[in-house]
């Protein structure tokens, strides 16, 4: 799962799938495409909302997407197009680019929806991002069993 920060969106999105799939079989990773915030943890704002949901955020620290994920994981979901562009930037082949998608098409497929980034907004903006990414992680675990 990637974003920007990974603050925000893609540790909601890390947490989510977690939640959803046997920890034996799949493993579930977030990285930021700048590095702005490693080490750190998630926004308090993604951890209350998480929790809500009976989810813990607070295992998780931010850190910078690095093209060795494109070898670690066979799939990454980025939030939006502009982490689309950062991420393939990085791929040095067809098999590692086709590695990456936006997650919002598992639910509208092709369309390149964003999930919008909530940093400067309210609570509002992220309870709309964890329906958002709960919806995707539905349908991928679908397509993965
Ligand atoms: P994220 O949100 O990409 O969903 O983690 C952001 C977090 C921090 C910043 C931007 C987006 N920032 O500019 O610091």
Known sequence: MVCLGNICR???????????????????DSAGTSGHHNGELPDRRSIAIAR??????????SRKFVKEDFEDFDYIYVMDNSNYR??????????????????????FPGENVDVPD?????N?????????????????VTKLS
Do not use: W
């Not at 893609?10 to 579930?28: M, N, R, T, V």
């Not at 809500?52 to 620290?61: A, D, Y």
């Not at 950062?86 to 639910?107: C, G, H, P, T, W």
């Open 52 to 61: 809500e949901h009976g989810l813990n955020l607070t295992n998780q620290r």
């Open 124 to 140: 509002d903006g992220f309870k709309h991002v964890y329906k958002m990414l709960d919806d995707a992680c539905n349908i991928i």
């Open 10 to 28: 893609s540790p909601l999105a890390e947490g989510i799938l977690a939640s959803k799939l046997d920890p034996e079989l799949y493993f579930i």
């Open 86 to 107: 950062d991420v393939v930037s990085l791929a040095n082949s067809e098999e590692q680019k086709n590695k990456v998608d936006r997650i919002m098409n598992a639910v």
């Open 118 to 122: 909530p940093y400067y907004g309210g």
